[in-house]
């Protein structure tokens, strides 16, 4: 493990850790700019909900994701909330360097599993990723910052199609080799269902342990749950979400994206697995966010626990 930063993850009284990638993968392509204030605004009712987790933006070049241009204003701007952790992405040594001189404690670094996807991605081979991302990580390891891996299209690329599960495994190899205290593995284009997520996942759990990887569905083919279901059978405790499933699938049209954090919540609850998070709260901060970029709350149970609430007479 990289330092401090690592030794806050988990508490007793919480079976499952939802990651909440809202404010960065689901903000990331949204059309119009969303104000600073907001931004702020959204992370602090995360926290108030109970995430531990909540990736906070990005410190891409401005160039690329225009969106998250403000990453340098805003993290040094959220008020932390004890025991909730605020990632953020870096692409490269200059990008760690701007996380850095604004109080980062935890980064994200990102690859994937198919080659065109890479190139087409991040103009650069798998290989030629993760060697770029050697400074990276031994730079945050020596300021002590806990280190994520993200790998993209660990199930289905837009151009190879469907992609090995011993590929996967190759880049969770090497990501683990670089320091990543934490693997998430992303099925980018939603395509997974359960049988392909969890042959998958064992290929990956054989090069890096499964209490050291998270699971990120898209939810395009309305699999995300199962997918989900599915891989928490095999031992997996830390899942990627995203509220009122913000983030569009860019490779599909119409797509709804990442899956809902409200959707998991609900899942996991009915499971009788403890999250921490206020699910009505959850809700509640899903629909003011769909409200205010006015888009449709792509979550289910988002919608119909705000509904329920406005249908329930005061007393």
Known sequence: MSGAAGETRGTPERDITVVEVGPRDGLQDEPRLVKLETKLELIARLGVC???AIEATSFVSPKWIPQLADADLLLPRIERRAGVRYPVL???STGLKRALAAGAREIAIFSAASETFNRRNINCS????LRRYEPVAAAARQAGLWIRG?????VGCPYEGWIEPAAVAAVAARLAALGCDEISLGD???VATPNRATAM???VAGEVPVERLAIHF????GQALANILACLDLGVRTIDASIAGLGGCPYARGASGNVASED???LLHGLGLTTGIDLDQAALTGQWISDLLDRRNQSRAGRAIVKRRLDTPSP
């Not at 798998?126 to 990723?129: K, P």
């Not at 993200?150 to 660990?154: E, N």
Request: aromatic share 14%.
């Open 264 to 266: 998991v919540i609900y």
């Open 150 to 154: 993200y790998i993209s299209c660990t």
């Open 50 to 52: 109970g995430f531990p």
């Open 218 to 221: 898209h939810d395009t083919y």
């Open 201 to 203: 996942l064992r290929a």
């Open 90 to 92: 870096v692409p490269n």
């Open 188 to 190: 980018t284009i939603g």
């Open 126 to 129: 798998i290989d030629a990723s």
